[in-house]
């Protein structure tokens, strides 16, 4: 027996496999030790049969005493022949090795993603960045989670930006992060490349973006539609065969919604819920297809029964979920997330009904998705915008925001003191995410503190290092500190309650505040903006017309930096305009949800229409009903509305 093994391991090393497994394979029949395992597999891969030389690695690994050095190369080879189930089961018994050795983490990294597997991926980071081949770096970009201020996350992306400074997605990756964290220095010295390549006419780091952070610095949406992050091309005539699939209409319009945002804390339900519970049950049939964090969901009571029914998708793949939702004959799917975290887009990319829509969420074309239309409306999507698109547009008469009047708290007394403001200056503030806020922002700011007397910036900061970031550059710029006053996240009855301390709010580009805004609007705060130049930009725009004050829209930044140091210098200016917005709150379409439900059913009942005959999407135009001529609530209806509720 021992001379068999000599004489297999001789010819293996002459070079003579064929020979070396014919006496392996005699030797077998009386020996069966890991060795002989382990030298069958290396002859076996010799001669190209993968497949065999796995299992018999698997055999030699399995034999007592446990071999892990022969299961790890087991399990590689299972996983190049595409045997992920193997694979698998090889890398529950070694997994404690796959957190050092980053050939494994990557496999079983690879097959976890496949799986939708993502909760179990996060130990492999770390080895992945520190791995010796592009590969593995990669994938360690591909584990990042969507928690920016996670320190595993952040430590992985300066790791490879440092190590990559020339990869475009590395360094994509890293400004994000130095985005979030208002890191400006940063974002400017880094992002001279991509300013240069644009000049150039080259788009190679526009491509590669993530299509939601790419907004926070590009405000051409010639360019955004651009931005497909890692998304495939849809199949020629993708939307035509979904669109012709058959398809049985009822007496109601079916609505799905799509989105994990179903909790109260989440700024798509501070808007959208009254919408939901309004909706006419005689006319449509509403069901909310939930991938919601159940953590979330359980932060606050929610009597989900009003909005419609929920159906749970969160263990369903992208193509079950079509399917429950094919099984439900939805006639309108509407995705509530686009490119924006949590985000399941790619679920309409099977087909789940004939007519597929993107609103809300995301402010810009989808891409890579098939949809037919973009809920909007005149303002965030003008006639020059549709080349831009991908998406039809149907646009509602006054604006594509819902806001809702009851389930939002209204704003009660507090004081200045109580929030560190100077009792008698004037208070321009800004409460939009930092990530919003780009270094020409900052620096017309600084110029309007300068041309103001007695005047202060209040700016929200994400953490101390926002702060930091921040205040080094208006230091840059000459600001004294006593000028600039900081605050933090806090509850939202108290955030709604302290907005009505700021005389100004000071909307940001290229992305505006959108839900931050109309907070600012509901709680009596004018907030002063400009013309933008793709959907993000244009949001404040559209939202002050609805409320009835479209003078405080800038034609342009010069303008927007002197309207605001000349409102700095009219008191009674921005009285009127707070009364204004008092006295139109009820009244003017923005949060008119009734109004705005009507609006919304009759887009649903023209797409629905046009389907029906056959016809494919189009642009489309909602009627607007009449004027209100009186209000649509009052104070005291909205607080025993609340108080019902």
């Keep these: 027996m021992k001379n068999a093994f000599v004489t297999a391991s001789s010819f293996y090393q002459k070079g003579q496999y064929t020979r070396a497994l014919e006496t392996l394979n005699d030797l077998l029949n009386v020996d069966r030790s890991a060795k002989t395992y382990a030298l069958l597999a290396k002859t076996l891969l010799k001669l190209g049969f993968k497949a065999d030389a796995a299992s018999a690695y698997e055999l030699a690994g399995r034999q007592p005493p446990r071999r892990d050095d022969y299961l790890r190369e087991a399990l590689l080879l299972h996983s190049e022949c595409g045997n992920d189930d193997q ?33 179990l991926l996060t130990g492999f980071k770390s080895v992945l960045v520190e791995g010796p081949e592009m590969r593995h770096r990669m994938m360690a970009a591909t584990l990042l989670t969507d928690d920016l201020y996670e320190e595993g996350n952040k430590h992985i992306v300066a790791t490879l930006f440092k190590t ?48 939601f952070f790419h907004l926070h610095w590009c405000g051409d949406e010639a360019i955004n539609k651009l931005a497909i992050h890692d998304t495939e091309p849809l199949p020629v005539g993708h939307g035509e065969t979904r669109r012709t699939l058959p398809h049985a209409w009822g007496r109601k319009i079916r609505i799905g919604y799509l989105s994990s945002d179903f909790w109260p804390g989440h700024a798509t339900m501070k808007l959208l819920q009254h919408v939901l519970e309004l909706h006419d049950k005689e006319r449509f049939e509403v069901t909310l297809f939930d991938h919601s964090n159940p953590l979330a969901q359980q932060e606050e009571q929610f009597d989900y029964e009003k909005l419609g029914t929920m159906v749970d998708i969160r263990d ?6 079509a399917e429950a939702i094919r099984a439900r004959d939805i006639d309108i799917l509407i995705d509530l997330k686009g490119h924006t975290k949590g985000s399941r887009a790619h679920i309409l990319n099977h087909m789940p009904a004939p007519i597929q829509i993107a609103w809300l969420g995301f402010p810009g074309t989808t891409v890579n998705i098939d949809l037919d239309y973009i ?32 389930n939002r708290p209204k704003p009660q007394p507090t004081t200045r003191a109580e929030h560190g403001l100077p009792e008698d200056a004037f208070v321009f503030a800004s409460f939009n995410g930092n990530r919003k806020i780009t270094s020409q922002m900052i620096d017309v700011w600084c110029n309007i503190l300068k041309r103001t007397k007695n005047s202060v910036l209040w700016l929200l900061c994400n953490g101390p290092k926002a702060e930091a970031n921040l205040w ?34 000071l909307d940001t580009f290229p992305v505006n505040g959108h839900t931050t805004t109309s907070e600012q609007l509901w709680g009596g705060l004018p907030v002063l903006t400009m013309k933008g130049t793709n959907f993000a930009s244009r949001v404040s725009e559209s939202l002050l017309n609805a409320i009835g004050v479209p003078e405080l829209v800038a034609d342009d930044i010069k303008q927007y930096e002197d309207m605001a140091v000349e409102l700095a210098n009219q008191p009674k200016r921005i009285a009127q305009l707070k009364e204004t917005l008092v006295a139109n709150r009820y009244i003017k379409p923005l949060f008119d949800s009734e109004r705005f439900t009507h609006h919304l059913e009759t887009a649903f009942e023209m797409m629905v229409e046009r389907a029906k005959q056959g016809l494919a999407p189009d642009h489309m135009d909602v009627p607007a009903l009449p004027t209100r001529a009186e209000p649509f609530m009052t104070e005291d209806q909205n607080a025993a509305a609340i108080a019902a509720e």
Excluded: W
Aim: contains cysteine; negative net charge.
């Design 164 to 211: 990559y400074p020339d990869n475009i997605i590395f360094r994509t990756l890293y400004l994000i992060f130095a985005r979030e964290e208002s890191d400006l220095a940063a974002v400017d010295k880094h992002m001279a490349s991509v300013v240069a390549s644009l000049a150039q006419g080259r788009l190679d780091h526009v491509i590669p973006d993530n299509p």
């Design 375 to 406: 809920v909007g409306d005149h303002y965030v999507l003008p006639e020059r915008s549709k080349e831009h698109f991908h998406e039809k547009f149907c646009r509602l008469p006054e604006c594509y925001q819902p806001n809702d009047p009851l």
């Design 316 to 321: 369903l793949s992208n193509q079950a979920a």
């Design 87 to 119: 694979a698998l089961a090889i890398g529950s018994l070694i997994l404690p090795l796959a957190f050092k050795d980053p050939d494994l983490a990557f496999v079983l990294s690879r097959i976890f993603l496949t799986r939708q597997q993502k909760e």
């Design 472 to 505: 080094a550059r208006l230091e840059a710029n000459g600001i004294n500190r006593k000028r600039v006053v900081f605050t933090a996240r806090i509850g939202y009855q108290e955030h709604i309650d302290r907005q009505q301390l700021a005389d100004l709010g």
